[in-house]
């Protein structure tokens, strides 16, 4: 089991920055990678940013050289910094974590884990 917690949300000017924040608790040794996925208003959630295991990272091209993602194992907090904020980027941010856990006699599962979300706004 893992819980996920994310903070760091507000109401930003355009240009303005933010650092969102995860806060992983539980079986925090299980996750192998973790990703920011956001859900504007009368949208599909997508892809933000992603981490893995060995640091490799994957962005959406509308966020690449504004968005950092990062991860800091010893307090199991992801972050993800956040620079020249546009309109656009205005949603529900949400945490998300693979774990692999094992199963009730059986092999390893990939599991998904959410958090519960942090809206950020921005205006222009």
């Known amino acids: 089991q893992v819980q996920l917690v994310e903070s760091g949300g507000g109401l930003m000017h355009t240009g303005g920055s933010l650092r969102l924040s995860c806060a992983a608790s539980?079986?925090?040794?299980?996750?192998?990678?973790t990703a920011w996925y956001r859900q504007a208003p009368g949208k599909q959630r997508e892809l933000v940013a992603a981490?893995?295991?060995?640091?490799?990272?994957n962005y959406a091209a509308s966020v690449k050289g504004r968005f950092t993602i990062s991860c800091d194992n010893a307090k199991n907090i992801v972050y993800l910094q956040i620079n020249s904020l546009k309109p656009e980027d205005t949603g529900v941010y949400y945490c998300?974590?693979?774990?692999?856990?094992?199963?009730?006699?059986?092999?390893?599962?990939?599991?998904?884990?959410w958090g519960e979300g942090t809206q950020v706004t921005v205006s222009s």
């Open positions: 981490i893995g295991d060995g640091g490799g990272t």
């Open positions: 539980g079986s925090t040794f299980s996750i192998n990678a």
């Open positions: 998300n974590a693979v774990a692999l856990e094992s199963g009730s006699g059986g092999p390893e599962d990939s599991v998904d884990y």
